[in-house]
């Protein structure tokens, strides 16, 4: 247990930030975590959703303290992934990064998204996916546009990912998460209205988890204290 501790204590994920969301309620049915857009089931609980919040931005943090998010992506994804598995959460199914293939001559990130999830989820699940991004994209004037933006993109590159959180009846919690990079000809200015065309190179990975609560218990205090002042800044619902 000290060594899990030892583990959050010293990962470096770079400076104190503020700000403040809210969880509570129906509303919060999905959110942005920096570069991540995270989509929970009706039957996540408050706690759970904050939970797998934190070990998101977490992930992203320890990631970009090692490698250029956008540049080198692979090196950036390895230790994302890495700190996803040292904090609890264990991994029943994966794929390896490949070229997104879409089914029209353009379309959105949130197609992507929701054309990723549709084989591997009830219709439901990803319906929930893409009405968030139509959501999202409905909305300009979001806290979650300013939180989202920056780091999820840079020009005509790109980095970032799709969750899909969910609570079974027995407490169990799994996450589902989309590692999406892109690199496109023209400049993306709002990433989430962004009409990508046939030029445009995307690579899709996936990962399905499940949550190993004695594991993830021993950590969630330290990570709590060592998001401290960098979570509220860094999340916003949708």
């Known amino acids: ?141 979001l806290a979650a546009n300013l939180v989202f933006e920056c780091p999820s993109h840079s020009g005509g590159i790109g980095n970032l990912q799709v969750a899909l959180a969910d609570e079974a009846e027995n407490g169990t919690v799994g996450l589902q998460v989309l590692g999406v990079t892109f690199e496109t000809p023209e400049y993306v200015a709002r990433l989430v209205t962004h009409d990508f065309g046939e030029q445009a190179k995307i690579q899709v990975s996936y990962t399905a988890s499940t949550l190993n609560e004695q594991t993830f218990g021993k950590v969630r205090a330290a990570i709590d204290k060592k998001l401290a002042g960098r979570f509220d800044a860094s999340v916003a619902v949708i």
């Open 1 to 141: 247990m000290s060594d899990l501790r030892s583990f959050v204590r010293d990962l470096d994920i770079g400076p104190v930030l503020d700000g403040s969301v809210d969880l509570d309620g129906p509303a919060a049915s999905a959110a942005v975590v920096s570069g991540c857009v995270a989509v929970f089931s009706a039957a996540t609980s408050t706690a759970h959703k904050r939970d797998v919040l934190q070990c998101l931005l977490l992930a992203q943090l320890a990631a970009n303290a090692k490698a250029d998010r956008h540049r080198d992506a692979t090196t950036w994804y390895g230790t994302y992934q890495k700190t996803l598995e040292q904090v609890g959460w264990v991994v029943s199914a994966s794929s390896r990064s490949s070229r997104f293939r879409a089914s029209t001559a353009h379309f959105t990130i949130g197609d992507v998204a929701a054309d990723s999830f549709k084989e591997r989820n009830e219709p439901g699940e990803t319906a929930a996916v893409a009405g968030a991004f139509q959501s999202f994209a409905a909305n300009p004037g």
